[in-house]
Structures are given as C-alpha cells and as structure tokens.
C-alpha cells in the first residue's frame, strides 16, 4: 500500500544494514568485555561437577553413599542442571545483539529436561559397576546381564542405556550447543573496532585449553559429535557469512570459537590414538568410531572403576 502524501515512506533494511544502524544508535556497544567471571564459572564447574562426576564417586567411600542411595556424583549433577542454565541466560542476556527470548527459555528448558534424565540413568549405569558392570562391553553382552532371569529384564536395562546415554545426552546436549550457536550468533563488532576491544584478551587465553579440553569430554564421553561438529560448521558459516558483510568477533566469541577449533584436534587425536583398539571396535561398531573415556578406563584400569 502506498503512503499518503506527507507520510514518510518505510525502508525494509536488511539484517547486515540493520546491524550497521544498530551500531550507529549505540545498540551495539563497541567496548565490549570479555565476560571472565562468567566463563570461568562454566569452566570450573564443567570439570568440578561434569567430568569430575566419577571421580568423586571413586574419591568417596561407598559406606558414606550406599547403593540405595544417591552418589556424590549425584549431587554434583544436581549443582550442575542449576549452574549450567543460569551461565547460559546469563551469557546471552549480555551478548552484543539481542538474543529471542522465547529461544533462550526454550533452549534452556529442554537442556534442564535432558540433564534431568542423564541424572538418572547414569547414576544406575555407574553404581552398576559395583556389581560388575563393565563399562567397555555392551548391555547384553555384560556377563552379569548374561545371568539375569527372566531375560526380559535385559531390555529393561537396555531402555535405562538409551535414556541415558542416548536420549538424555541428545535433548542435554543439543539445546546445550544451540545456545552457544544463538550467543555466537549475538557476538560480533563492527569491522573498525579497535584490535585492543576485539582480540582475546589474557584471562581468554588461560581459560581456552581447559574449555576445549572440556568440549572434548563432552563429545567423547557423551557421543554427541554429530551435534559438535554441527554446531561447529554453523559457528564458521556464521562467522564467515558476518566477515564478508563488515563484521568481526568479539572476544567472546573468539574465546568460543577457538574452544571448538581445539578440541576438534583433540578428538582427532583421540579417535588415532585408540584407532586399532580391537575391543573398544566391538562396542563402538557404527560408522563414527569415538570410544568413549569411561570406557577405555573401565577397559585398561578396572580396579580403579569398582
């Protein structure tokens, strides 16, 4: 409909124009920190409360956790399914551009419900070692599942692994790496903003091995590369895509970026190192071979893991 005389008419920008006006009005500040306490947060309590999970449950005498009961493992998940969603509100109500509300409950609501289902399975899966559980070999091919009357409570036990390690990791992990998407999305500066204000800045580059070490735990422990390395094209697409049309990475995002970047390389590493590993082939027999850690330990250190 065409406007009546006097009106002004409507111009429709596009979102690269738009950004460009927002960082004209000030709607995109240019003095962008690194948000170190927030990072460090993550980074603390992902390997306090996630990879240091199992650890703690060998740390503690099982006399002070029974088996009827919840582990020390338990309680840090517990911690974990809190701190982890406030980090990423957090993190996204800070980002440069301002991020969909209805996304970020959404992402985080469904990451809470998957964390929620890991916690339950896998505290089961992890205190059936204590009963001989090995951890390297599938559901039915463990010797104590061998043993079970009636048969039909293998399959019992094979819906408790698909809850944990399947499903729960899948609706954990893939609002997880959604929401970091969303905040990469939300992290760039003008292509003139001074290099002090844009580069990682030293606390950035302290925290970077330990996040990506982090990244690659996740994606080997929780089977979820497809997820990671999804998420991992659609970062450089983004960050490409942002480049050609006069845009450049805030340090948050470079921080993000070159996590992921690393530990693509560690769980390349990884894969070559256990690349021959016969009975680890055995469990892992898709066409993604990516054994996991607790597996390897289970296999090499059995004493340790009951």
């Not at 980090?87 to 980002?95: I, P, V, Y």
């Not at 091995?209 to 422990?221: C, F, G, M, N």
């Not at 990475?249 to 992921?260: A, I, K, T």
């Amino acid at each position: 409909m065409r406007p009546r005389k006097g009106q002004p008419r409507r111009t429709i920008m596009t979102e690269e124009e738009d950004d460009q006006h927002s960082a004209s009005r000030g709607e995109i500040s240019p003095n962008v920190t690194f948000q170190t306490g927030l990072w460090t947060l993550m980074t603390v309590q992902n390997w306090v409360l996630d990879f240091g999970r199992p650890i703690a449950m060998l740390l503690f005498p099982l006399e002070w956790f029974p088996l009827s009961r919840p582990s020390v493992g338990d309680y840090f998940h517990m911690a974990y399914n809190v701190i982890t969603p406030f980090c990423l509100l957090r993190l996204l109500e800070l980002s440069q551009r301002r991020v969909s509300s209805s996304l970020r409950y959404l992402a985080v609501i469904f990451l809470v419900m998957g964390a929620s289902i890991h916690l339950v399975g896998d505290s089961i899966n992890h205190r059936l070692s204590f009963s001989g559980y090995q951890q390297h070999l599938s559901v039915r091919e463990n010797p104590i599942m061998q043993k079970l009357e009636p048969k039909t409570l293998v399959d019992s036990f094979e819906l408790l692994y698909f809850y944990d390690e399947i499903l729960g990791h899948l609706m954990w992990y893939i609002p997880f790496f959604f929401a970091l998407v969303m905040f990469l999305w939300a992290s760039f500066l003008p292509k003139g903003t001074p290099l002090r204000t844009a580069r990682l800045p030293l606390a950035g580059k302290l925290l970077l091995v330990p996040s990506a070490v982090y990244y690659w735990y996740l994606v080997t422990e929780g089977q979820i590369f497809s997820v990671y390395i999804v998420s991992y094209i659609a970062m450089v697409a983004i960050t490409l895509q942002r480049w050609r049309h006069g845009f450049t990475l805030d340090p948050n995002g470079r921080f993000l970026v070159h996590s992921f970047s690393l530990a693509l390389v560690l769980v390349v590493g990884w894969v070559a190192w256990l690349w021959e590993d016969a009975v680890l082939r055995q469990k892992y027999r898709g066409w993604l071979y990516i054994p996991e850690p607790w597996s390897w330990y289970s296999l090499t250190m059995p004493d340790l893991t009951v």
